[in-house]
């Protein structure tokens, strides 16, 4: 086999490189590929086992077209495009990664979704705190959210039950109860009045407040004046307006915030109508009436004084010298039909009329009786 050694080797007309048609194999060493890209020889290097500088080369330092390269070298290029790619170590990038499709990110910075993050299974795993400007789901899932930590917003009227539980209220203090009655008239004998502890719009009935509380009498009628008063029923007597506003209301409120040293009885009276009238009791808010179940006909006895007589069956008997003034007894009428409370030497009045004699209770009514001299009473309450 023939050598040849030469520092330089170009075609017949010293301008460009040599023609080899049929290739040239053996070549060990190529130091430079400035006329090597000659056909056999620099257009495809395959067979020299190391180029330094090759247009195409299977190994090469520096390359236009690179294949099957190994070892440690450093690539700068403009693009890449691949079907895949493994990288053992870290890959670091200057500008911006735009990617698709993928299926696990993993990362220690901070990741900006232009068009949102849609999760369809799985969850989202967040050690750290969650920020956005709003949060949207039916939040069935959360739990232990800590109220304190709430510092201000606004929770929409559906998120409270139609009906409140019942509680004891045992326990709560500094809370200031208000109750409301609405007035109306019947005709000019009565006032109705409708709210707390009345079934309906009921006639002049007796009403129950307690020390301490505030309650509203709402008068929107231009008419029958209210007033609240020390003087009996019948007439207009002394207004009472210790802790009272808008006292003589016939169009409005009147507001009342019941003072401690309240008396025990005090009425309301049309003052322009002597029928229209009832009266009004004070107690404690812890004061309740003791019950005394009855189930026939009964006569009342002193020791009925401050308590609730509960009568399923039969009749009310106001005797004689049995009690004395200021006693009041509250009748319960516990049946489907009326109840006779009937006078046995006494004088039973009807509260806010002339009315004496034995008075009727309607079916599931009650009625107060004050005991107002000797064997004298006043009778107010659900009365026909």
Not at 196 to 219: C, H, K, M, W
Not at 351 to 374: F, W
Request: proline share 3%.
């Amino acid at each position: 086999m023939s050598q040849i050694r030469a520092n330089s080797i170009v075609n017949a007309d010293a301008n460009g490189p040599v023609n080899f048609p049929f290739g040239v194999t053996g070549i060990t060493s190529i130091s430079s590929a400035s006329y090597a890209d000659v056909a056999g020889i620099a257009t495809n290097a395959i067979n020299s086992s190391t180029a330094l500088v090759a247009t195409n080369a299977a190994s090469a330092d520096v390359a236009t077209n690179a294949e099957g390269l190994t070892g440690t070298p450093d690539i700068t290029v403009n693009n890449i495009i691949a079907v895949g790619a493994t990288f053992s170590g870290d890959v670091s990038i200057g500008g911006t990664l735009s990617y698709e499709d993928v299926t696990n990110i993993d990362t220690i910075g901070i990741i900006t979704a232009n068009n949102g993050i849609n999760v369809t299974s799985g969850g989202i795993n967040v050690s750290g705190v969650v920020t956005a400007t709003t949060f949207n789901g039916s939040g069935a899932s959360l739990t232990t959210l800590n109220a304190s930590e709430l510092d201000s917003g606004t929770i929409p009227d559906g998120r409270f039950p139609a009906t409140l539980p019942a509680i004891s209220g045992v326990n709560l203090t500094g809370v200031e109860s208000i109750s409301t009655w609405t007035l109306g008239a019947n005709g000019v004998d009565d006032y109705t009045f409708t709210g707390p502890g009345l079934t309906g719009a009921e006639n002049d009935p007796t009403i129950y407040v307690s020390r301490g509380q505030t309650y509203n009498f709402v008068n929107n009628m231009g008419a029958h004046p209210f007033r609240i008063q020390t003087t009996p029923n019948g007439s207009a007597g002394t207004a009472y307006n210790d802790g009272i506003t808008n006292n003589d209301v016939s169009n409005g409120t009147l507001e009342w915030d019941v003072q401690f040293d309240a008396p025990d009885t005090l009425y309301y009276q049309c003052t322009a109508h002597s029928n229209m009238g009832g009266i009004i009791y004070i107690g404690d808010q812890t004061r309740t009436l003791p019950n005394n179940a009855q189930s026939s006909a009964y006569t009342l006895i002193a020791t009925d004084t401050g308590k609730l007589i509960n009568i399923t069956s039969g009749d009310v008997t106001v005797a004689t010298s049995t009690f004395d003034i200021g006693s009041l007894t509250t009748i319960y009428n516990n049946k489907a039909g009326t109840m006779s409370i009937t006078a046995n030497g006494v004088t039973l009045r009807k509260a806010g009329t002339s009315d004496t004699g034995s008075l009727t209770i309607e079916q599931y009514g009650t009625a107060s009786i004050l005991c107002v001299a000797n064997d004298e009473f006043v009778v107010s309450g659900n009365l026909s």
